[in-house]
C-alpha cells in the first residue's frame, strides 16, 4: 500500500500504530522523536508516502516538526497525520495550520487511521 513513518516517543503507542498499519498492507518505519526523524528525512534513509507524528515529543514538539517538514521542498509533499492526546478544537485547528493533513485524537481510532492513511496516500 505505502510506506508510513510514524514519529513518536512512546513504544507502546509506536507498537499499536504499526501493528495497525501493519495490518493494513504497510511498510513501517518509527523514530523516536522528531529530530531523528528530520535526521533520516534529510539524508535519505525514510522516504515515506504519509507520516503519523505525535504533537508531545521531547525537544521539537510535533507542531514545529510538521511545520518544518511542510517547510521543506523534498518533505511538504508528503501527508501527516498528528495524533496527540491533545484533542481540543484549538489544538487541532493549530494541527491544520501547522499544514497537517488530517488530526487524530489519541486513543486512536485504529479503523479511522487506516481509512485516513489509505486515503491520504492515494493522493
Not at 5 to 14: G, H
Not at 46 to 52: A, K, N, R
Not at 62 to 88: D, M, N, W, Y
Amino acid at each position: 500500500m505505502g510506506i508510513v513513518l510514524i514519529i513518536d516517543d512512546s513504544s507502546t503507542e509506536r507498537e499499536i500504530l504499526s501493528g495497525c498499519l501493519r495490518q493494513g498492507g504497510f511498510t513501517v518505519f518509527t523514530a523516536n522523536s522528531g529530530e531523528e526523524a528530520l535526521e533520516k528525512l534529510g539524508n535519505g534513509t525514510y522516504q515515506p508516502d504519509l507520516i503519523v507524528l505525535d504533537v508531545v515529543l521531547p525537544g521539537q514538539s510535533g507542531f514545529e516538526v510538521c511545520r518544518i517538514l511542510k517547510a521543506q521542498t523534498a518533505t511538504a509533499p508528503i501527508p501527516v497525520i498528528l495524533c496527540s492526546t491533545k484533542g481540543t478544537d484549538m489544538d487541532k485547528f493549530w494541527g491544520k495550520k501547522q499544514g497537517a493533513d488530517e488530526y487524530l485524537p489519541k486513543p486512536v481510532d485504529q479503523e479511522q487511521l487506516l481509512k485516513s492513511a489509505t486515503h491520504l496516500t492515494k493522493k
